[in-house]
């Protein structure tokens, strides 16, 4: 069965940082493209970024360009985001998501998507 389970998440006060990570179990990262998501109350989900399972490319989305950061440990079978320079308007439900077909970066299809962790930005 695939699983992925994010942590990481918590408050944070503007300006300050946080550490995402997404672990899988049941399958190897290596070969899947991996994203993250969010999705703040009342809102639309919105992809964050993405690193890809054939080159490692990444991509970001324009209102995180510059402050994230996404990186994939294989050993530890896990993928990070590091959120520096938060704002409050970061504040949602993160979640990581999985897709195995090649070039699917920014991910189109689902193979598996966890619970999500929560991050809060407020003074």
């Known amino acids: 069965q695939l699983q992925l389970v994010e942590s990481g998440g918590g408050l944070v006060q503007p300006g300050g940082s946080l550490r995402l990570s997404c672990e899988a179990s049941?399958?190897?990262?290596?070969?899947?493209?991996i994203g993250w998501f969010r999705q703040a109350p009342g809102q639309e989900h919105e992809g964050v970024s993405c690193i890809s399972s054939s080159d490692g490319t990444t991509v970001y989305a324009d209102s995180v360009k510059g402050r994230f950061t996404i990186s994939r440990d294989n050993a530890k079978n896990t993928v990070y985001l590091q959120m520096n320079s938060l704002k409050p308007e970061d504040t949602a439900l993160y979640y990581c998501?999985?897709?195995?077909?090649?070039?699917?970066?920014?991910?189109?299809?689902?193979?598996?998507w966890g619970q999500g962790t929560l991050v809060t930005v407020s003074s």
């Open positions: 049941g399958f190897t990262l290596d070969y899947y493209n």
């Open positions: 998501g999985a897709d195995s077909e090649p070039g699917h970066c920014p991910l189109k299809t689902l193979d598996a």
